[in-house]
């Protein structure tokens, strides 16, 4: 209901191009040049912030919004969610299968047009923002976390990370990221797997990387449900936390809403 009275409320700013441009949100395209999001707002409530989520291979934006769980989940918190679409049908970011000369800033720009277009649009605080994905959703949020850290407040991949391995270094400041996986995923093991002309990475050899490149050292353990994280933290307070569950290539609500929990801990969200 809320959806539809925002989006009845923009097609009442005129009958232009620019109204029409307005009138977007869980149901319809928010158009950005030829590119496009859709966002899902609270129900009850202005949103406290927004989770901009990547989808996988050959996902949408319009099929992200069909989750109503987690929709539900995040109105719940005050959140709004923010679903991308990638360039093609997947994100186009170094070492991708069928892009080899990709840099990943294509994809990046979007993501930037797309959190101003929202904050412009809907009131959504850029400063509480929280950078998410699935598969190679997770492949595009650690390209994110690398190139943008300063740009989200935290960031959480499931069952993806980067093509090949680590990149060379990242930008600073370090950031606060949950990486979680399935001991037993086929799709995205954890140590990776050929695709094509490329393969996947090696996430231990990720963490390994990142743990290193931004000073973070042991913090202890933790267990959730089904999760089983080993946590380290950077001298500035920035979290890397890495749960493993016994299930395959798996994405769960619950997941999110913990890595959610956990950032707030830590005061980055």
Same mark, same amino acid.
């Given at each position: 209901?809320?959806?539809?009275?925002?989006?009845?409320?923009?097609?009442?700013?005129?009958?232009?191009?620019?109204?029409?441009?307005?009138?977007?949100?869980?149901?319809?395209?928010?158009?950005?040049?030829?590119?496009?999001?859709?966002?899902?707002?609270?129900?009850?409530?202005?949103?406290?912030?927004?989770?901009?989520?990547?989808?996988?291979?050959?996902?949408?934006?319009?099929?992200?919004?069909?989750?109503?769980?987690?929709?539900?989940?995040?109105?719940?918190?005050?959140?709004?969610?923010?679903?991308?679409?990638?360039?093609?049908?997947?994100?186009?970011?170094?070492?991708?299968?069928?892009?080899?000369?990709?840099?990943?800033?294509?994809?990046?720009?979007?993501?930037?047009?797309?959190?101003?277009?929202?904050?412009?649009? #809907?009131?959504?605080?850029?400063?509480?923002?929280? @950078? +998410? *994905?699935?598969?190679?959703? !997770?492949?595009?949020?650690? %390209? &994110?976390?690398?190139?943008?850290?300063?740009?989200?407040?935290?960031?959480?991949?499931?069952?993806?990370?980067?093509?090949?391995?680590?990149?060379?270094?990242?930008?600073?400041?370090?950031?606060?990221?949950?990486?979680?996986?399935?001991?037993?995923?086929?799709?995205?093991?954890?140590?990776?797997?050929?695709?094509?002309?490329?393969?996947?990475?090696?996430?231990?050899?990720?963490?390994? #990387?990142?743990?290193?490149?931004?000073?973070?050292? @042991? +913090? *202890?353990?933790?267990?959730? !449900?089904?999760?089983?994280? %080993? &946590?380290?933290?950077?001298?500035?307070?920035?979290?890397?936390?890495?749960?493993?569950?016994?299930?395959?290539?798996?994405?769960?609500?619950?997941?999110?809403?913990?890595?959610?929990?956990?950032?707030?801990?830590?005061?980055?969200?």
């Amino acid at each position: 209901m809320r959806q539809a009275i925002i989006g009845a409320v923009f097609w009442a700013l005129g009958p232009g191009p620019e109204g029409a441009a307005l009138a977007c949100g869980a149901d319809s395209d928010c158009r950005l040049g030829a590119r496009h999001y859709r966002i899902a707002l609270p129900e009850a409530a202005a949103p406290r912030g927004a989770v901009v989520y990547a989808h996988g291979y050959r996902g949408t934006a319009a099929g992200v919004m069909r989750n109503t769980a987690l929709r539900r989940a995040l109105s719940e918190q005050g959140l709004a969610l923010i679903a991308l679409k990638s360039l093609t049908d997947d994100w186009v970011i170094p070492h991708a299968p069928g892009h080899p000369d990709a840099t990943g800033q294509e994809e990046i720009a979007h993501v930037r047009a797309v959190v101003a277009d929202a904050a412009r649009r #809907f009131g959504i605080d850029e400063r509480r923002l929280v @950078a +998410a *994905g699935f598969s190679s959703g !997770g492949m595009m949020v650690w %390209t &994110l976390a690398c190139a943008r850290p300063g740009q989200f407040a935290g960031f959480i991949a499931v069952a993806g990370t980067f093509w090949q391995g680590p990149p060379e270094t990242c930008a600073r400041p370090p950031a606060s990221l949950v990486h979680i996986h399935g001991t037993s995923d086929p799709t995205v093991p954890l140590s990776g797997r050929a695709i094509r002309e490329t393969w996947q990475g090696d996430v231990r050899a990720v963490l390994t #990387f990142y743990s290193r490149f931004g000073g973070f050292e @042991a +913090a *202890g353990s933790l267990e959730r !449900g089904d999760l089983s994280c %080993t &946590l380290r933290r950077s001298p500035a307070g920035a979290i890397l936390d890495f749960c493993l569950h016994p299930g395959g290539h798996s994405f769960r609500s619950a997941y999110l809403l913990f890595a959610l929990d956990r950032l707030r801990a830590a005061g980055r969200f």
